[in-house]
């Protein structure tokens, strides 16, 4: 099914990043302006068509409703960190096994993204953001009435379910309006929603269970899904470019084609890890999260245990990592964008000074595609950032040293982690922008799986060999991971050229 989408991508990608092709009835610009005009039946020169229908205001619009609503999940599942050791004593069970309630919801943050991801592209991102806030609300309710550890997990799940959605179908929905030169940014913005999560969640979540207790944490949560569900009922629109460019005139790229439901098969999407370059990144991205991941959930144990600090003020210490998304997010994105647009004025530049024998310029210009590689030349500093600020956050805790060091650690994490998710988001979603919300759930599902793994063996690793080993052994591999990752930013072009997948926007 890949090879299918990479020949039709292959098409689509090439018209978004330079022009219609010169074989077709449209009449050409200059280069200078690369403008494409279309031609109709008696001959009148028509002004390019959008990309999308919407206007900038509308635009930005949506980004914030799927920014908020993919905060939704990271809340879910942070929100509770605080009141674990609560929730621990009121339902009479023991740290291990109230481990499972955060070991659950991430799993089903795993998988459950790859069925919404496939929905979205079949039936529209309106219908599966609604249905989906539907679930979430269900899944709240029953942990705020849960009786006992059973109840809670089963009802985390539910969770994790409807929360889910917003994983894949939030960034094939900034796919659907932004053309790529554009999309960097937006995403930059829809990221701060989910990667903001982990930091205001403690946060928020700290003070609500000190104050009026655990189980008002996930009543809180359902008013937000309430409220998410709807302003997609009656605000949000429908996105997907092939439902919209039946009702609206607009650039025929990156429009999928409807597959039947054998086609639309969630598991045939994990077969993208085949290519190496898929590979590689997903092996990043996973240990990325996980370390991240792991942090934030280790970060109450260091604030209360070993500093002293209350529940609340604990989650307060979240907002240097918050700030840290913020920054990473809106600055990695707008930087992958011009990237791009560099990339892409040079090499129009070049096209310009050198005309190849007998060859016009329209057609150079017009074979000319932007690596998708070149969304990752700046990816490396996120990850440098993000990597000093494990391994030494790490030790100071293990010392117990400075807290105000600690929090700088914390920035830097939130930074670099943030920067680094902008470029490989970006960079999978060039590979396959046909099926961009897919492709996403794809990275979560990978990445949510090593998770799900590293954070319910951490607590066992502090036991064993304390603060310091513990962010040591997730460093060394998030530099293995890294060292992959920069394979591909120097050698990806040649590893897709023999590899695939082929496409390139």
Sequence with gaps: ??????????????????????????????????????????????PELPYSPFSIRTKAMIVIITALTGLVSPLSANMYYPSIQVVRDDLNTTQSAVTWTVTAFVLGMAVFPLLWSNLSDRFGRKIVYITSMLVFTCGSIGCALSKNLTALIIS??????????????????????????????????????????????????????????????????????????????????????????????????????????????????????????????????????????????????????IYGLSQGTSGLCFLASGVGCIVGSTCGGRATDLLLIRKKRILLERAGQSCEDGKPQQQQLADITIPAETRLEAMW???????????????????????????????????????????????????FPTMSARITGVQNFWRSIWGAVIVQVFPTMLD???????????????????????FVVFKGEKLRARYGPQSTP
């Excluded at 898929?278 to 996973?286: C, D, E, N, T």
């Excluded at 064993?464 to 920069?486: D, E, H, K, Q």
């Design 381 to 431: 500093m996120g990850t440098v950032l993000f990597l000093c600020g494990i391994i030494i956050g790490g030790w100071l805790i293990d010392k117990h040293l400075s807290l105000a060091a600690v929090l700088v650690m914390q920035f830097c994490i939130g930074t670099g982690m943030a920067f680094t998710f902008q470029s490989l988001g970006g960079y999978l979603i060039d590979m």
């Design 1 to 46: 099914m890949a090879d299918k989408h990479r020949n039709s991508d292959s098409k689509s990608e090439r018209t978004d990043e330079i022009s219609h092709s010169p074989t077709s009835h449209s009449a050409s610009a200059s280069h200078q302006s690369d403008i494409t005009k279309d031609v109709d039946e008696r001959g009148s020169v028509e």
């Design 464 to 486: 064993n060999i304390g603060w310091g080993w513990a962010y040591t052994i997730m460093f060394f591999l998030t530099v293995a991971s890294f060292v992959g990752i920069m």
């Design 156 to 305: 985390r799940i539910i969770q994790a379910a409807g929360s889910s959605a917003v994983q894949g179908s939030g960034a094939g929905t900034i796919s659907d309006i932004y053309p790529r030169e554009q999309r960097g940014t937006a995403l930059g913005i829809y990221y701060l929603g989910p990667l903001l999560g982990p930091c205001l969640g403690p946060l928020i979540g700290g003070y609500i269970g000190e104050d009026v207790g655990w189980r008002w944490v996930f009543w809180v949560l359902t008013i937000w899904g309430g409220v998410m569900m709807l302003l997609a009922i009656f605000v949000l629109p429908e996105t997907h470019r092939r439902i919209v460019s039946k009702k609206h005139k607009i650039q025929q790229v990156n429009i999928p084609p409807k597959l039947s439901l054998k086609e639309n098969n969630p598991l045939l999407d994990l077969t993208t890890a085949k290519y190496p370059v898929v590979a590689l990144s997903l092996f990043h991205f996973s240990m990325i999260f996980g370390t991240y991941f792991t942090n934030a959930t280790g970060q109450p144990l260091a604030y209360e245990n």
